[in-house]
């Protein structure tokens, strides 16, 4: 939702609307309900005017793109370049740009390859061999 303030202007039975903004949309959002592309934000990243953790350096048009995607589809909202867009949208994109980016492990396996452990004291110890 952004901010506005405005007159009205009333002449010969009719009546004209003038809207001003009283805060800045997003940082590169164009118009509202449209999604910004990812080179839009990949400039505002670079302008500092959005915030990207070091975790996700370096980053790509096309991580971008699906994080925006993600973002529609965790709303509810039309996936796409065409798709829909919002405040709620811009402020869950930046808070995950800003985010460090989770790692995947290496799974962990169900028995560890110990190699050459050492004897556990009061254990029985036996050799397979």
Do not use: Y
């Not at 002449?11 to 609307?17: D, E, M, P």
């Not at 001003?20 to 080179?39: F, I, K, N, V, Y």
């Not at 402020?91 to 050492?118: C, F, M, S």
């Amino acid at each position: 939702m952004l901010a506005v303030q405005g007159t009205v202007l009333l002449n010969n039975g009719g009546a004209t609307l003038q809207l001003q903004l009283l805060g800045q949309p997003g940082p590169t959002q164009d118009l509202p309900g449209s999604p910004p592309s990812a080179a839009q934000i990949l400039q505002s990243i670079a302008e500092g005017e959005i915030v990207l953790h070091h975790s996700r350096m370096p980053i790509n048009a096309k991580e971008i793109a699906t994080m925006i995607c993600a973002q529609q589809s965790a709303l509810g909202l039309a996936r796409g370049r065409n798709g829909g867009w919002n405040e709620e949208a811009w402020d869950r994109l930046k808070k995950l740009l800003a985010g460090v980016k989770r790692q995947r492990g290496q799974a962990t396996l169900a028995l560890l390859d110990l190699g050459a452990a050492p004897p556990v004291p009061g254990a029985a110890n036996f050799d397979f061999l």
